[in-house]
């Protein structure tokens, strides 16, 4: 079916399907058509979808737009009847900081942002050298790895680690892969789209396994204090500006989910990329400089998060569309990273392109709070990688992304690389 145009000009494009697998596996195709359909599109009947830049600069910087009512706004999948609530990992959803709108996320936010400064994190480049080294050390001789499990992942959980002061007496390598796979499962609840049965269970019983890991560690250092940033959390009281039991629960969880899950995507997506371009893989092993670069451009072609949603709080008009209060907007921030009135030739990949001012984070008071971080380690594991292993390659004959529309990555990634070169 093809775009359809209402008797009150409204366009509708209800043949869109995130949850389609060809979609999930290549999803700019589906984009562009609907850029072509307009900036901004009914999808379902108060649910709306865009792929303009400008559009969605503009409601991540407004008023008139919030991160609203989860459960309300999942009904616009599940039906009328469907309680979110009683799924663990919905309510964790609803309750994660990043799902808040002010005053609760301001003041959530404030405490997250005095532990991730820009000075703070750039503190850290030494010992993520130091890890991201040792990684490499680890698999040298071997001259292959699967990338993802044995470097993408580890990287930003053994800094995710380090920043909260986990010692590997309390979550040791095979235990921070499960609470990767952990997170990974409890993810899916992102999705614009009924789950299935499974994978709703799975979500439930992930998260439950996830409250648990922290709960013991909260329950450690309420005994035993250390100098760390769990301590301080932990410790510091409602009443005095702190966390809830809950917003704890919640706020840990989530430093691991957004703290390692998009960021090890990130350099997963990176590195597959630049397999494809030769070129650019040679400029960059080349010219380590261009890292910083080539972690832009990442973000921009190939980002790990393709969408985010935001809720009208009140009517407003959106070039020539009638937004009620109420309504959901999807916002398409992998397509808008691609319009070609901010992106001149949007499908190349060039690591040396010049003024991108990215939607990937997001915008505005949501904008990620660790966006310097993630940043930084796909920096520096570009640079470790690409000068570490010669002839880096992917070595698997095609590539299979996980099935999943606002989540970008790949299910595995093998790599080899020459040991004597």
């Known amino acids: 079916m093809g775009t359809q145009a209402h008797v009150d000009g409204t366009t509708s494009v209800a043949w869109f399907n995130p949850g389609d697998p060809a979609t999930v596996q290549n999803p700019f ?210 009443s005095d500006g702190g966390l809830t039991a809950d917003e704890l629960d919640s706020i840990v969880v989530s430093f691991f989910g957004a703290g390692f899950e998009t960021t090890a995507h990130l350099i997963g997506n990176g590195v597959f990329i630049l397999d494809r371009h030769p070129e650019q893989r040679a400029l960059l092993s080349a010219h380590p400089e261009l890292a910083a670069g080539a972690v832009e451009e990442v973000l921009r072609h190939s980002s790990s998060l393709n969408a985010i949603y935001r809720v009208a709080s009140e009517d407003v008009e959106i070039e020539g569309q009638r937004i009620r209060k109420g309504d959901r907007i999807l916002l398409l921030l992998s397509a808008a990273n691609r319009d070609p009135s901010h992106f001149p030739e949007p499908t190349r990949f060039d690591i040396e392109r010049e003024g991108n001012k990215l939607l990937s984070f997001g915008y505005g008071i949501h904008r990620c709070v660790g966006a310097e971080l993630a940043q930084l380690e796909a920096r520096i594991a570009f640079q470790t990688l690409y000068s570490r292993l010669p002839a880096l390659r992917v070595d698997q004959p095609d590539a299979k992304w996980r099935n999943s529309f606002f989540f970008r990555g790949l299910e595995r990634l093998e790599v080899a690389w020459d040991k004597n070169p």
């Open 29 to 238: 195709p589906v984009m562009e058509r609907l850029r072509e359909s307009g900036p901004i599109v009914l999808w379902q009947p108060g649910l709306w979808v865009t792929t303009d830049y400008d559009v969605q600069r503009s409601i991540l910087r407004g008023k008139a737009f919030v991160q609203g009512d989860l459960a309300a706004s999942l009904k616009h999948f599940y039906g009328p009847h469907f309680d979110a609530m009683e799924h663990p990992s919905y309510r964790w959803l609803s309750g994660a900081f990043v799902m808040q709108d002010p005053p609760d996320h301001t003041r959530i936010r404030s405490l997250v942002t005095d532990a991730l400064t820009v000075r703070r994190v750039m503190a850290l480049e030494p010992s993520i050298r130091a890890i991201a080294d040792r990684l490499v050390d680890e698999v040298f001789d071997a001259g292959r790895m699967e990338l993802l499990g044995s470097f993408a992942y580890r990287v930003p959980s053994l800094v995710m680690a380090q920043l909260l002061g986990i010692g590997e007496d309390e979550c040791d390598a095979q235990k921070m892969a499960a609470i990767n796979d952990a997170v990974s499962k409890v993810f899916v609840v992102f999705e614009p789209r009924i789950l299935t049965t499974t994978e709703l269970e799975l979500a439930d019983r992930n998260i439950e396994y996830l409250y648990d890991f922290v709960g013991e560690l909260f329950e450690r250092r309420r005994k035993h204090p250390r100098e760390d940033m769990l301590t301080v959390l932990v410790n510091k009281p409602p």
